[in-house]
């Protein structure tokens, strides 16, 4: 069966420090991976999303990149965190080319940024 | 542009009560939509889709492409309904999420 991993599950970090967060998928070839992030008040917020090795897609403008080295490994990154980058961060994974399939979430992140 | 709006920040009702949580969608193709829903501390997991036509836990929803709506329903809410619920809209390879709506369901 497919599973997702997510760490760390929570973080503190200073401002100006560098970021990584790791997501892997057991069990499928080729998802579709997506980064989210829950912050209060803005409810889910798609940042990345990869179709294949190599390949991201950003929605929104930011202090974030994503990148995807390996076909069931997703990393999330920053040079150097801002306040406004704490949060609560989920990968996801979808199987490709099949309409209408499902999103299936890690356990996520909680980011804070001091 | 597509866009998911979710007016209600929170809605309390009663138990027993009937409930709606309302999902409203901009989008100039044909739509997939769907309901996430996140319990207390467990993962974010998909509720039902627009396609499957399923009522899942008592909830249906039903698209309605002249009001572009996907409105969320269940006669009688139960305790264990409290959650957050997300409305989704697919386009393409991404999934868009609205703000959620945390439903609080009291005895």
């Known amino acids: 069966s497919q599973t997702i991993h997510q760490w760390p599950a929570t973080l503190v970090q200073p401002v100006g420090s560098p970021l990584s967060l790791e997501c892997t998928v057991e069990?499928?070839?080729?998802?579709?991976l997506y980064w989210y992030r829950q912050a209060a008040g803005r409810g889910l917020q798609l940042l990345f999303y990869?179709?294949?090795?190599?390949?991201i897609s950003s929605e929104v403008p930011q202090n974030l990149s994503a990148s995807r080295p390996q076909d069931r490994q997703f990393i999330l990154s920053s040079k150097k965190l801002l306040l406004s980058d704490s949060g609560f961060y989920l990968c996801?994974?979808?199987?490709?080319?099949?309409?209408?399939?499902?999103?299936?979430f890690g356990s996520g992140t909680q980011l804070s940024v001091l | 542009a597509q866009r998911v709006t979710q007016p209600e920040k929170l809605l309390s009702v009663f138990k027993g009560a009937p409930v709606e949580l309302k999902c409203n969608y901009s989008?100039?193709?044909?739509?997939?939509l769907f309901w996430y829903v996140q319990y207390s501390r467990q993962r974010l997991q998909l509720l039902l889709r627009h396609i499957s036509r399923e009522s899942i836990k008592g909830f249906t929803a039903d698209l309605n492409k002249g009001e572009t709506s996907f409105h969320l329903k269940k006669p009688f809410a139960q305790e264990e309904d409290s959650a957050m619920y997300y409305c989704?809209?697919?386009?393409?390879?991404?999934?868009?999420f609205g703000k959620g709506t945390s439903l609080l369901v009291t005895p």
């Open positions: 996801a994974w979808r199987a490709p080319t099949i309409p209408n399939e499902k999103l299936f």
């Open positions: 989008y100039s193709g044909s739509p997939e």
């Open positions: 069990g499928t070839s080729n998802p579709n």
């Open positions: 989704a809209l697919s386009s393409g390879y991404a999934l868009n």
């Open positions: 990869s179709v294949g090795i190599g390949q």
